[in-house]
């Protein structure tokens, strides 16, 4: 009885927010979004004060088969908890109050047990996950507390943020971990002014994503690395674009590593500090030797800058681009932004 009550309540609670909150706004050409034009704003405080107290409350609050653009302000405050946006769920927006002063967390390792008693793996470390499509955050962080771990070390992948839906886009949007912070699962995604930090693989998966001027961030001590990108067929259209960006931190660092045979990743137009490792590309678990799947993955460089950037090829995996060859990876196409993406926002 006590779970049909709260069922009752969350329900009554989030009609009550929508008849206070509903607002109908009109497309434009300058809508970020084609779908919904119905508007509908949910607030978080964990100081009390707001519709919820937690961010998960409020995701839950959001009826299945969401209709409506629903923005969830957040205010100034550390979540202490791990969020699901279910795949049942589009059309929602995380809007936080500065990337400093509102931030999500949690504190999972791959090694750690899950509800059923087995380990939880990699990708369901998340301190939030992602699977709905029209996903948004802005002006907030997602952080993962475990401790860094040493190179080598098993089981302490610890992931910040998946994201599994497509069309997302992140804006001003921080990201902290260690190794594995940021999943870049699956789906269309473009980032946008954010930082990211890590020390191993702190970007990784199988996503089509453009990362505009945003700041990658090194934490490694003996070494580490930045970017594996998991592209498994030449028919895939997926892998990362880093454009406009700044690579900082602590080194050696590798900036990518192919985790699938067919691995893209491309950096352009993008500032290295002296941290990057000699050859600047990691050959993935084998020694002294190049695997012949390094032969179908495309690292490329394209008019890259600073004191780190000629480590990039030094070796050399990576093929330096011309224009021709670097401008689908430059513009928002790479990703359809078009079609989903206001040309403000990009």
Same mark, same amino acid.
């Given at each position: 009885?006590?779970?049909? /009550?709260? #069922?009752? #309540?969350?329900?009554?609670?989030?009609?009550?927010?929508?008849?206070?909150?509903?607002?109908?706004? *009109?497309?434009?050409?300058?809508?970020?979004?084609?779908?919904?034009?119905?508007?509908?704003?949910? %607030?978080?405080?964990?100081?009390?004060?707001?519709?919820?107290?937690?961010? #998960?409350?409020?995701?839950? $609050?959001?009826?299945?088969?969401?209709?409506?653009?629903?923005?969830?302000?957040?205010?100034?405050?550390?979540?202490?908890?791990?969020?699901?946006?279910?795949? *049942?769920? +589009?059309?929602?927006?995380?809007?936080?109050?500065?990337?400093?002063? %509102?931030?999500?967390?949690?504190?999972?390792?791959? &090694?750690?047990?899950?509800?059923?008693?087995?380990?939880?793996?990699?990708?369901?470390?998340?301190?939030?996950?992602?699977?709905?499509?029209?996903?948004?955050?802005?002006?907030?962080?997602?952080?993962?507390? !475990?401790?860094?771990?040493?190179?080598?070390?098993?089981?302490?992948?610890?992931?910040?943020?998946?994201?599994?839906?497509?069309? $997302?886009?992140?804006?001003?949007?921080?990201?902290?971990?260690?190794?594995?912070?940021?999943?870049?699962?699956?789906?269309?995604?473009?980032?946008?002014?954010?930082?990211? #930090?890590?020390?191993?693989?702190?970007?990784?998966?199988?996503?089509?994503?453009?990362?505009?001027?945003?700041?990658?961030?090194?934490?490694?001590?003996? /070494?580490?690395?930045?970017?594996?990108?998991?592209? %498994?067929?030449?028919?895939?259209?997926?892998?990362?674009?880093?454009?406009?960006?700044?690579? *900082?931190?602590?080194?050696?660092?590798?900036?990518?590593?192919?985790?699938?045979?067919?691995?893209?990743?491309?950096?352009?137009?993008?500032?290295?500090?002296?941290?990057?490792?000699?050859?600047?590309?990691?050959?993935?678990? %084998?020694?002294?030797?190049? +695997?012949?799947?390094?032969?179908?993955?495309?690292?490329?460089?394209?008019?890259?800058?600073?004191?780190? @950037?000629?480590?990039?090829?030094?070796?050399?995996?990576?093929?330096?681009?011309?224009?021709? &060859? @670097?401008?689908?990876?430059?513009?928002?196409?790479?990703?359809?932004?078009?079609?989903?993406?206001? +040309?403000?926002? !990009?």
């Amino acid at each position: 009885m006590a779970h049909l /009550f709260m #069922q009752m #309540q969350m329900l009554l609670a989030f009609t009550l927010i929508l008849a206070l909150h509903a607002t109908t706004v *009109t497309c434009t050409s300058n809508s970020r979004l084609v779908g919904p034009i119905k508007h509908q704003v949910i %607030t978080v405080n964990i100081n009390g004060g707001g519709d919820f107290l937690s961010v #998960q409350a409020a995701v839950n $609050a959001v009826p299945d088969n969401n209709r409506i653009n629903v923005l969830i302000q957040i205010a100034v405050g550390y979540y202490i908890e791990k969020v699901v946006v279910p795949v *049942t769920k +589009p059309h929602i927006t995380f809007e936080g109050a500065g990337r400093d002063v %509102t931030m999500i967390e949690w504190h999972d390792r791959a &090694s750690d047990p899950g509800p059923n008693g087995q380990q939880l793996r990699t990708y369901r470390t998340a301190s939030v996950t992602v699977f709905a499509n029209y996903f948004s955050a802005r002006n907030i962080s997602f952080k993962n507390t !475990a401790p860094a771990p040493m190179p080598g070390m098993e089981g302490w992948q610890a992931a910040a943020f998946r994201i599994s839906g497509d069309k $997302a886009y992140f804006s001003g949007c921080g990201f902290y971990g260690a190794q594995d912070t940021l999943c870049d699962d699956a789906g269309r995604h473009y980032f946008k002014k954010c930082y990211i #930090q890590g020390s191993i693989d702190f970007i990784f998966g199988n996503g089509r994503s453009m990362y505009k001027d945003c700041e990658l961030h090194s934490i490694a001590t003996r /070494f580490g690395s930045i970017a594996a990108q998991d592209r %498994t067929s030449p028919y895939e259209k997926t892998g990362f674009a880093f454009v406009r960006c700044k690579v *900082t931190g602590t080194g050696p660092v590798y900036v990518g590593r192919a985790m699938g045979q067919y691995s893209r990743i491309v950096y352009a137009y993008t500032y290295f500090d002296d941290i990057v490792a000699n050859g600047g590309w990691d050959h993935w678990n %084998t020694a002294n030797r190049i +695997p012949y799947y390094l032969r179908t993955a495309l690292f490329g460089v394209y008019k890259c800058w600073g004191p780190g @950037a000629a480590a990039l090829s030094d070796g050399s995996l990576a093929k330096e681009l011309d224009f021709e &060859s @670097a401008h689908p990876f430059l513009v928002k196409s790479f990703v359809n932004g078009r079609h989903w993406i206001a +040309p403000a926002d !990009a």
